[in-house]
């Protein structure tokens, strides 16, 4: 069965991006690398040297990592509704708090609430931009 993983683009903020994320769901950076780290890094102006490369993490069996978009390289980042994270917690309180954590300084777009489909779902964009979904499926009776 193949694996998933989520890349994410940052306009100079992944440092800060990861670090929020770190803080909601736990666990450790896997592999953190900056622009300075690689052999050429004389290419880059000063104030990009310290920025983020590469920097990956574990959320549960999934892999999210991101990168820092240099303007020095013409790369801009434009955020959009074109892509979501889904989360499916295991409890509704993990749902709960997930929502909370991530929410919050962020834009919802539908609040976290029962569903007709059966779910407990919300729907919002966290404070860097990024899109996430959260879908609590109850469980079957």
């Given amino acids: 069965m193949p694996s998933l993983s989520i890349y994410l683009n940052f306009q100079g903020n992944t440092e800060q991006a990861f670090n929020f994320y770190k803080s909601v769901f736990g666990g450790e950076f896997l592999q953190v690398q900056r622009f300075s780290d690689i052999p050429d890094s ?5 104030n990009e040297k310290n920025k983020i490369m590469h920097i990956g993490m574990a959320i549960g069996n999934t892999f999210i990592m991101g990168t820092d978009a240099l303007e ?7 955020f959009g ?4 994270i889904t989360i499916t917690p295991e409890t509704k309180d ?3 708090r997930l929502y909370k954590e991530l929410s919050e300084g962020g834009k919802i777009e539908m609040e976290l609430q029962d569903t007709f489909w059966g779910a ?3 729907s919002f964009a966290d404070k860097f931009g990024v899109q996430w979904m959260i879908n609590y499926d109850y469980p079957k009776k």
Avoid: C, H, L, R
């Fill in 42 to 46: 004389e290419q880059f102006p000063e």
């Fill in 72 to 78: 020095s390289m013409g790369q801009k980042v434009v």
């Fill in 94 to 96: 993990e749902a709960d």
């Fill in 120 to 122: 407990y779902y919300a």
């Fill in 81 to 84: 509704n074109n892509s979501y």
